[in-house]
C-alpha cells in the first residue's frame, strides 16, 4: 500500500500570517506552485493561502488599478486575512488511495499533511499526476 508518506512534498514554501499578499504572490509565481501553507513558529499548521484566494483578494482589472496601484495594495494586505482556515488535512499513514479521494470527491487542490499540529508535507494534485505517469510508463 501507498501512503502519504511517499508521495507528500517535503521542502516546502510557507508562509506565515503576517506575510503580505504581495509576498505570497510572488512567492506562487517564483516557484510556480498555486498552495502555500501558512504556520506559525516550529511549522505549526494554520491555514493556506491558494491561487484562487490571491485572485479573490486582487482589484478586478475591470476597475482601472495599474499594476503598481496593485502591488500597493498587496503589501498592505496580511496573510491572515485572506487565508483559509479550518483546511481538512492528512497524516503521513493517510493511504494515497484515501488522499485521493478526499481530493477528488471535494475538489480540493491539495492536502496538507501533518503530524499533530506540525506541518510535515503537502499532497498536491500535481502529485497524482506524476504518480499516475510513472504508473503508465511501463505500459507503454
Known amino acids: 500500500m501507498i501512503y502519504a508518506r511517499d ?19 510572488s ?11 501558512v504556520v506559525r513558529a516550529d511549522m505549526q499548521f494554520v491555514g493556506l493561502v491558494t491561487h484562487r484566494d490571491i485572485l479573490e483578494a486582487t482589484v478586478s482589472r475591470f476597475a482601472d488599478i495599474d499594476a503598481d496601484t496593485q502591488a500597493d ?10 487565508m483559509q482556515t479550518g483546511v481538512k ?3 503521513p499513514d493517510t493511504p494515497v488511495i484515501d ?3 478526499m481530493l477528488y470527491t471535494n475538489k480540493y487542490g491539495c492536502l496538507p499533511v501533518l503530524e499533530g499540529e506540525k506541518l510535515v508535507g503537502i499532497i498536491t494534485e500535481a502529485d497524482f499526476l506524476r504518480l499516475t505517469i510513472s504508473l503508465l510508463e511501463p505500459l507503454t
Do not use: Q, S, V, Y
Not at 508521495?7 to 499578499?21: K, R
Not at 512567492?27 to 501553507?37: F, N, Q, T
Not at 495594495?73 to 485572506?82: Q, R, S, T, Y
Open 7 to 25: 508521495l507528500m512534498i517535503t521542502e516546502l514554501f510557507t508562509l506565515n500570517e503576517n506575510d503580505t499578499l504581495a509576498l505570497a504572490r
Open 27 to 37: 512567492l506562487m509565481g517564483l516557484a510556480r506552485i498555486r498552495h502555500i501553507p
Open 73 to 82: 495594495l498587496d503589501k498592505g494586505i496580511p496573510i491572515a486575512a485572506i
Open 89 to 91: 488535512t492528512i497524516t
Open 99 to 101: 488522499a485521493a479521494n
